[in-house]
């Protein structure tokens, strides 16, 4: 089957927030202001380095796109960690998907470059594949058409990674997104809904036969 021309998520995301709950909902993080724009601190990289800081869009494209002129995209989320406790055991994370031009998986991870650079539009192709390649904290799969406001629920490693930054009174806390496969052994939702009726239906026919023996 011929793919869409188009493969991005969250396009005219501009000016849309990404807010950040903790522990179900105690905490509630914006994005911090870019020191550069006074706008939210979020927006994308390219995989040629290039990034607007006046750009708050948080786009992220493969580069299998025509449009990007074969660059892929991947995003980012800066958090001010100030005035928090290292008790956070959940998190979880509210986005805009505005624009889906085909279905695909979005997911987010870990970033371990310089904050300051990869605000200021330095970070370079280092802060693009940073953003794509940290540590798995959660996935979503978005649809083709598809305008709505999404949570993201994030996993123990993300608790386990802020609660390290704020022991270490770190000022920032960042997530980086990016489109394309999970990391090997983690099921993608649909699987894991398809595992559940399997589970389900495997128990029911036990008890079915346990009933039927003692019939």
């Not at 493969?62 to 002129?69: E, H, K, N, R, V």
């Not at 505005?98 to 279905?103: K, L, M």
């Not at 940290?134 to 990674?161: K, M, P």
Request: charged share 10%; no cysteine.
């Amino acid at each position: 089957t011929a793919l869409p021309a188009h493969a991005y998520i969250f396009g005219y995301s501009q000016d849309a927030g990404a807010p950040l709950q903790l522990n179900g909902g105690a905490n509630a993080l914006q994005p911090m202001p870019n020191p550069i724009t006074g706008d939210v601190s979020t927006g994308w990289y390219s995989s040629t380095g290039y990034h607007d800081p006046t750009n708050d869009t948080y786009l992220v494209a493969s580069a299998t796109d025509p449009l990007f002129g074969g660059a892929a995209y991947n995003n980012f989320f800066v958090f001010d960690l100030s005035g928090l406790t290292a008790d956070i055991v959940s998190g979880s994370i509210l986005v805009r998907s505005t624009d889906v031009s085909r279905t695909d998986l979005f997911r987010l991870g870990s970033y371990s470059g310089d904050v300051g650079a990869l605000e200021a539009g330095t970070g370079g192709t280092a802060a693009f594949h940073d953003l794509g390649a940290g540590t798995f904290y959660g996935s979503r799969v978005f649809h083709q058409g598809e305008q709505a406001w999404v949570w993201i629920d994030l996993n123990s490693d993300f608790a386990t990674d802020i609660n390290n930054a704020i022991t270490n009174e770190q000022p920032y806390f960042v997530l980086g997104g990016t489109v394309g496969q999970l990391p090997p052994g983690i099921p993608e939702p649909a699987a894991w809904a398809l595992m559940i009726v399997g589970f389900l239906g495997t128990g029911a026919a036990l008890r079915a036969r346990r009933r039927a023996a003692l019939a």
